[in-house]
C-alpha cells in the first residue's frame, strides 16, 4: 500500500489513530472546495481522508477545513512513506521536497 495510489479509502483503517498532527505554514493550505478541483474526489472522499490521514485542520465546529496541499498530494499518490516523513517535521527530506517542488511551494 506505501505507493499505491489510494482509491477506495474504505479498505484503510485507522491510518493515523494517535498520529501527530501535521504542521502547515499559510502557503501550504488550501480550502475543502480547492481540494475536491484539484483532485476530482467528492466532499466525502476527502473529508473521509482527512480524518484518515491526518491531513486537515479544523480550529472549531464550524470552522473551515484548512488542508496541507503537499500532504494531500502525498496521499493522491499513495506515497505514505513521505507522509509520515512530513508528519515529523522532515520538510527537507528529498522524498518529501519533491512534493514540494511539485507544487511549486518553498519549504
Known amino acids: 500500500m506505501t505507493n499505491a495510489p489510494i482509491e477506495n479509502s474504505e479498505s484503510i483503517s485507522g491510518v493515523v489513530v494517535g498520529a501527530w498532527p501535521i504542521l502547515m505554514n499559510r502557503t501550504d493550505i488550501i480550502t475543502l472546495k480547492e481540494a475536491i ?14 480524518r484518515l490521514f ?9 470552522a473551515p477545513i484548512e488542508i496541507s496541499a ?38
Not at 478541483?37 to 482527512?50: E, F, I, N, P, Q
Not at 491526518?54 to 464550524?62: F, L, P, V, Y
Not at 499513495?78 to 528529498?94: C, I, K, Q, V
Open 54 to 62: 491526518g491531513i486537515s485542520r479544523q480550529t472549531h465546529t464550524g
Open 37 to 50: 478541483y484539484r483532485t476530482g474526489k467528492s466532499d466525502k472522499t476527502l473529508r473521509t481522508w482527512c
Open 70 to 107: 503537499p500532504a494531500l498530494e502525498m496521499v493522491m499518490h499513495g506515497d505514505m512513506e513521505a507522509l509520515e516523513l512530513l508528519r515529523s517535521g522532515n520538510r527537507h527530506h528529498p522524498r518529501v521536497r519533491r512534493f514540494f517542488d511539485h507544487l511549486g511551494l518553498s519549504v
